[in-house]
């Protein structure tokens, strides 16, 4: 138990993990929906190539977007492709490393969908059936064109009344079946090819630049992630002091309007310490809508340059990090104008 529970808090914390899982449990759910499917060919010479080739083609592409949508790497790739260089320059490298990593997921889903297209030949067989070469089968030396057209038409349909039980439809179905099943299993073994080299390769490239490219994709990643955490944070932060602001300006216009009776209680502590988190300061310091909206803007036009030892005050006048110190009794328009 111990030790599912240590896998299970790697796999929660591993972004890298999570999108493998995704993209395992894609490849799963293709598999479970093709095997569901029930493919019925229509059989018309003018809609069987369309009919194969857009099942054979539209669930990959739908699957390839469903994979770009899950990983929440392509939106940061894009996010760092169209962002202003600002105060930090972009670095192409990182952007072509992201998105060598988001294909590579993103396809694993529509892929398996087309091996498992190719093999089974059913989808290949109804695309191509009006393709297939008559010279190639005896069968069709006494036949007009009109009427080749029109069996090879009906090939993918064995219960037809003009293909039952005729060796010409079993001849050209096999054909069909054999070629698929040929280019499947050829481009299975080109991807494991491909693999292997990448895997054997990698070693005699440069690893200093891979290592520099996966810290810094990493690097953005968890930079993104941190400042949405901070943003939720601050807004937090930010509607309850709004709040405490509004109860305690309340109690002061009630015992100066005299509608209230001092019993000899307690007066309100100072606002700044209701909450008791004095290492919060730098979410204080930002107290009102346009110092918000100047510190947002500011981060998505000129990011913070990657410079531990640079000024603290590169973001410009006016976002102070100090905590400002205000009384219990002043006015909500003061602070709640977001």
């Not at 030396?141 to 057209?149: C, I």
Request: with cysteine; glycine share 4%.
């Amino acid at each position: 138990m111990d030790r599912f529970r240590l896998f299970f808090q790697h796999f929660q914390n591993s972004s890298e993990s999570v999108m493998n899982g995704i993209c395992l449990l894609l490849a799963a759910v293709t598999i479970k929906l093709y095997s569901s499917f029930d493919f019925n060919c229509p059989c018309l010479a003018r809609y069987n190539t369309l009919y194969g080739l857009g099942l054979l083609l539209t669930p990959p592409l739908a699957l390839f977007l469903c994979g770009l949508l899950v990983n929440r790497q392509s939106v940061v790739m894009v996010e760092e492709w169209c962002r202003p260089e600002g105060l930090r320059r972009k670095d192409s490298g990182i952007i072509w490393y992201m998105c060598s990593s988001v294909l590579q997921r993103a396809l694993a889903a529509p892929m398996v969908w087309i091996l498992l297209a190719l093999l089974d030949g059913k989808c290949f067989v109804c695309a191509f059936s009006n393709s297939v070469d008559p010279e190639k089968f005896l069968d069709f030396a006494n036949m007009t064109p009109s009427q080749v057209q029109l069996f090879l038409a009906k090939v993918p349909c064995k219960e037809d009344e003009l293909v039952r039980d005729n060796p010409a439809r079993k001849a050209v179905s096999r054909y069909l079946r054999c070629l698929s099943q040929a280019i499947g299993w050829s481009i299975t073994l080109l991807l494991i090819v491909a693999a292997f080299l990448a895997r054997c390769l990698r070693p005699c490239f440069d690893q200093t630049v891979l290592l520099q490219r996966r810290y810094w994709s990493n690097y953005v990643d968890l930079e993104q992630k941190l400042f949405d955490e901070t943003c939720c944070e601050h807004a937090r932060d930010f509607a309850h002091r709004c709040v405490l602001h509004f109860f305690a300006s309340m109690q002061s216009e009630l015992r100066a309007r005299g509608l209230r009776r001092d019993l000899g209680e307690e007066p309100p502590e100072p606002l700044v310490d209701l909450d008791g988190r004095s290492g919060k300061a730098h979410l204080r310091a930002v107290c009102s809508q346009e110092q918000v909206d100047h510190l947002l803007s500011t981060w998505y036009s000129s990011k913070p340059p990657l410079d531990l030892a640079a000024s603290p005050g590169f973001w410009g006048a006016g976002l102070s990090h100090r905590a400002p110190m205000v009384s219990p009794g002043t006015r909500l328009s003061q602070h709640t104008d977001v």
